[in-house]
């Protein structure tokens, strides 16, 4: 491959040159609020169900069983089929619209992606916000997940294209980053809404979702496209302009041809789905199906989606049971600015088993004290202000952990290991993977409290304790790592490499039997 002006390092990879300009530091905030629509979403769901005038108007046997006029049982108060198909609905739509997402992100380009997330959820929320009939309802909320679909698939990978390597991990978070003030703005506004006179503060809180919105879509019309997407579409001379821009100097022609070899590779790739499938891809399917699989089954959207519910349930009035959401949604913002700070400097897998591990004993402990005091049937009686103290402290621990470790880890990692070939239909199955179990989890959730009660924290301990381990066997360091030159993580790994050949990748983009046509 010809190249000029790679400066190479020891253990053979190589260093663009570049600095974190003010112009991609700036793009990248503004790209990043992306996330804000799917944490306002999952924090708005949570707190609104909570809600007794909405309950009232929408779910009349969920208000009565709460109210304790058809049972006494706390785990079972919510459990409902029309209130879950409510919250579920969203992420079923989001699994199909990342399908679609994957071409228009491949062909259009990244922006064109996220303004069509934006426009979707906007359409959505306006629908919520004056719904007068279920139907409505979920009809906004499918329309509220086409949109998140588009803007999961294209943000991500926006943001680590558009990323010096060096900082790809801290501005990549900017994601995460953006979903967490996304919840804890929701459950803020959750709270007070749920104030007003009158019973309206439902309608608020589902119609403030077009502000996150307008953002995105804003945003995705002043954004200049990643050099990346502009090879890929055929305009060289544009995007070695825009590198140069981006990184901060001139000297760009060895990352442009790095860009230039990869983006050839991948056109001859016509069908980049069933490449997928090839063995040279085996890590990297792998791994866009068991992060975002695990994610979901850290179980931290019970916790965050269903916080003001969950608080409900094991005994908070509803004014303590939203601001104890208010609470652990602080606590997510703070923790993912530790991740922002150390990803890139204590590296993705010291993370994921730090968090890993705190989520496991804090899981532990909030099944024994809500095992302790509701027992089987679910009616503990008069709940001490200590023993809500302890739960909340514990999940606040949990919460954290997930938030420097699975939450940023779980977008950022799947997003920079993809060659250009497949990023895009690699990064769809990441997404549609994500919504599918968090569809599954939102699905069952209420049902699974009502009848494995505080079992299911114990369920989801295994999946953490397992998840745990794959990271320690099987996921390589990708920190310091240019995005094209990933490859060789794969080549060195004790297990991945026996399903990489060598020729396979030739100055880290891939080559040899991917880049053929009809395949």
Known sequence: MPGVGGISV???????????????????????????????????????????????????????????????????????????????????????????????????????????????????????????????????????????????????????????????????????????????VANILNYFFAKIKGGWGWRLSLGGAMVPALIITIGSLVLPDTPNSMIERGDRDAAKAQLQRVRGVDDVDEEFNDLVAASEASMLVEHPWRNLLQRKYRPHLTMAILI?????????????????????????????????????????????????????????????LEGGAQMLICQAVV????????????????????????????????????????GPLGWLVPSEIFPLEIRSAAQSINVSVNMLFTFLVAQVFLMMLCHMKFGLFIFFAFFVFVMTLFIYFFLPETKGIPIEEMGRVWKEHPYWSRFVEHEDYHNGVEMGKGATKNV
């Open 10 to 184: 020891g253990n053979g990879s190589k260093e663009y040159p570049g600095n974190l300009t003010p112009f991609v530091t700036i793009t990248c905030i503004v790209a990043a609020m992306g996330g804000l629509i799917f944490g306002y979403d999952i924090g708005i769901s949570g707190g609104v169900t909570s809600m007794d005038p909405f309950l009232k108007k929408f779910f009349p046997s969920v208000y009565r069983k709460k109210k304790g006029e058809e049972s006494t049982n706390k785990y079972c108060q919510y459990d409902s089929e029309t209130l879950t198909i409510f919250t579920s609905s969203l992420y079923l739509a989001a699994l199909l619209s990342s399908v679609v997402a994957s071409t228009v992100t491949r062909k259009f380009g990244r922006k064109l992606s996220m303004l069509f997330g934006g426009l979707l959820f906007l359409v959505g929320a306006l629908i919520n916000g004056f719904a007068q009939r279920i139907w409505m309802l979920i009809v906004g909320r499918i329309l509220l997940g086409f949109g998140i679909g588009f803007a999961n698939q294209s943000v991500p990978l926006y943001l680590s294209e558009m990323a010096p390597y060096r900082y790809r991990g801290a501005l990549n978070i900017g994601f995460q980053m953006s979903i967490t003030i996304g919840i804890l």
């Open 367 to 406: 099944a024994a004290a809500i095992g302790a005091k509701f027992g089987i049937d679910g009616n503990p009686g008069e709940l001490p202000k200590w023993y809500s103290a302890v739960v909340v402290i514990f999940i606040c621990i949990y919460v954290a952990g997930f938030a420097w470790s699975w």
């Open 292 to 352: 975002p699989f695990f994610q979901q089954f850290t179980g931290i959207n019970v916790i965050m989606f269903y916080a003001p519910v969950l608080f409900s349930s094991i005994g908070f009035k509803d004014d303590a049971s939203l601001m104890s959401a208010v609470i652990t949604g602080i606590v997510n913002v703070v923790a993912t600015t530790v991740s922002v700070y150390g990803v890139d400097k204590w590296g993705r897998r010291a993370l994921f």
